[in-house]
Antibody, heavy 120, light 110 residues
């Protein structure tokens, strides 16, 4: 059974940093791309970015709203994907979901989400 | 601000057919496949339809997707109470280099 479990959310002040983790199980983590998607309170879904598998260079692509501030990485030996968030803004407040990304481009499994609140 | 437009709400009585539209442009729906996600209240989204009209294992055949030009639609036939949820369309956008979600549609079973 595929499972994605996010952790690391919490309350953080504007301008500070936070790192989220996504622990995967039930599939060969290293074979798949992983994406992060967020949802602000009471709002719709917003894609944050993704990281390709090592077989495809392990490269990353980000949404314009987070480019230069957020970094996605992966540790295939631990089956964990990370989302490093720097220079956080109030508008980054959201539930952050980790997803497994499948070609051509969709998300077939989602974690339960972790809430990040940016507030002073 | 989303580039994929959906009606904010849709409703029907049990057993009815409900259709949700998703309007985009040549850079997203017009040139890439469309996916649909269902989000039940208080839960994480779930993949409902991928590659325009494919259902993942376990998704009832009451759900169907289609695409024509720069628009797509999701149909729910034989509406059931457990179908009350938010539904989002999504597609890659070649111009924005971004995966874009629709504005979302809340389905209510009357």
């Amino acid at each position: 059974e595929v499972q994605l479990v996010e952790s690391g959310g919490g309350l953080v002040q504007p301008g500070r940093s936070l790192r989220l983790s996504c622990r995967a199980s039930g599939f060969t983590f290293g074979d798949d791309a992983m994406s992060w998607v967020r949802q602000a309170p009471g709002k719709g879904l917003e894609w944050v970015g993704f990281i390709r598998s090592k077989a495809y260079g392990g490269t990353t692509v980000y949404a314009a709203s987070v480019k230069g501030r957020f970094t996605i990485s992966r540790d295939d030996s631990k089956s964990i994907a990370y989302l490093q968030m720097n220079s956080l803004k109030i508008e980054d407040t959201a539930v952050y979901y980790c997803t497994r990304q499948v070609s051509p481009f969709y998300f077939d499994y989602w974690g339960q989400g972790t809430l990040v609140t940016v507030s002073s | 601000q989303s580039v994929l437009t959906q009606p904010p709400s849709a409703s029907g009585t049990p057993g009815q057919r409900v259709t949700i539209s998703c309007s985009g442009s040549s850079s997203n729906i017009g040139s890439n496949t469309v996916n649909w996600y269902q989000q039940l209240p208080g839960t994480a989204p779930k993949l409902l339809i991928y590659s325009n009209n494919q259902r993942p294992s376990g998704v009832p055949d009451r759900f169907s997707g289609s695409k024509s030009g720069t628009s797509a639609s999701l149909a729910i036939s034989g509406l059931q109470s457990e179908d009350e949820a938010d539904y989002y369309c999504a597609a890659w956008d070649d111009s924005l280099n971004d995966y874009v979600f629709g504005t979302g549609t809340k389905v209510t079973v009357l």
